[in-house]
């Protein structure tokens, strides 16, 4: 009878204590998980001041450059899939093509000599670099925190528990942009003799 009581004393508490890491484990996933969420809010927040300065940048750039249409049209179609993104790898998808758009406006800005020296321009730039440095530092932060969860849930015993509470990896990396790996390609205007 002692020995039976023993083995069900025994079971109870390798219960207990599989039941107590599990619980500590998942409410550290979900401590990461919100965290991920958090870090996401802030790439967001940044996205959307950068995307509000943009028709600004643009409407500067069309007082001097009104015949290049296209890569305004660009700029705005862009915009606005970054603006209608829901999910953060619509997002990321949609900043990439807003990124080509904006370089291939500065490439454009490299044909006006005049709008370079332009006060407007000049202080639209500068915060736009600026929220460039702030969408740097917090897609960091962001990618940091996806990939702390996703080790955090990867190592065993930690998998089989993320696996029973519904924890799945997070693959939404905020990459750069093919496009932003390629130099642009400037051309100035040939100075005539």
Known sequence: MKSILAIVVIIVLIVVAIG???????NQMVTLDEQVKSNWAQVDVVLQRRADLIPNLVETVKGFA???EQVFGDIAKA???????????????????????????????????????NENF??????????????AVE????????????TYIGLFPNSL?????????????????PTSREAPKVQFPSAKP
């Open 20 to 26: 107590g890491m599990y619980v500590g484990r998942r």
């Open 66 to 68: 009104a015949h290049e």
């Open 79 to 117: 915009r606005s899939a970054l603006i209608g993104a829901k999910t953060p790898q619509d997002k990321i998808a949609a900043n990439g093509q807003l990124d080509s758009a904006l370089s291939r406006l500065l490439v454009v800005v490299e044909n006006y000599p005049q709008l370079k020296s």
């Open 122 to 135: 000049l202080r639209l730039q500068d915060e736009l670099a600026g929220t460039e440095n702030r969408i």
């Open 139 to 150: 897609r960091k932060r962001y990618n940091d925190s996806v990939q702390a969860y996703n």
């Open 161 to 177: 528990f993320a696996q029973w509470a519904g924890f799945k990896r997070n693959e939404a990396y905020f990459q750069a942009s």
